[in-house]
């Protein structure tokens, strides 16, 4: 009789042993492929701005679509016995700082314009409140199919370097 609540006391225990494993894994999975992040800088001005690089791939038109975040990570901290506000961020650059370098042909690559000379691009700028982000995107002439990595500079942030591109 002892053998018999020993051995179902061992199979109930493995059961919810394989049950907390599952659970544990679910959460691992459930992430969304878009939000994955290539690579990570700070902002050369503040560091409590990051820029994820989230996609760079070929797409149809013979172009590179390239898509970022840009996150005020900042939050309220203390200083001594009082909290202190955390502060926006301004955000600000040149258009001529947005570009990618193909190492392989060593050319630089400005972002597309339409017939009309309009920037094909959605790029935010101006003040970023702590705990907010913006997703921006443009659209670049794409490297040859040879080329599979690019040197990437989004202004104010360190080069992304040797960025896989994607097809």
Do not use: H
Request: some cysteine; glycine content about 8%; proline content about 8%.
């Amino acid at each position: 009789m002892k053998r018999l609540a020993i051995g179902c006391a061992m199979l109930a225990l493995a059961a919810i042993g394989s049950v907390a494993v599952a659970q544990q894994a679910a959460p691992q999975t459930a992430q969304a492929p878009s939000n994955s992040v290539i690579a990570s800088a700070q902002y050369s001005q503040n560091p409590d701005l990051r820029c994820d690089l989230l996609e760079v791939k070929r797409v149809s038109g013979g172009a590179l679509l390239v898509r970022w975040r840009v996150i005020n990570t900042g939050g309220g901290g203390t200083s001594g016995l009082t909290a202190t506000a955390a502060k926006p961020i301004r955000y600000d650059f040149g258009w001529n700082e947005l570009f990618f370098i193909d190492p392989a042909e060593n050319k630089r690559y400005q972002f597309l314009t339409d017939s009309g000379g309009n920037r094909i691009l959605d790029v935010w700028y101006g003040d970023l409140e702590p705990g907010q982000q913006r997703v921006n995107w443009a659209k670049f002439p794409a490297p040859p199919p040879s080329s599979t990595k690019i040197s990437l500079s989004l202004p104010k942030f360190p080069p992304f370097e040797d960025v896989p591109v994607s097809q």
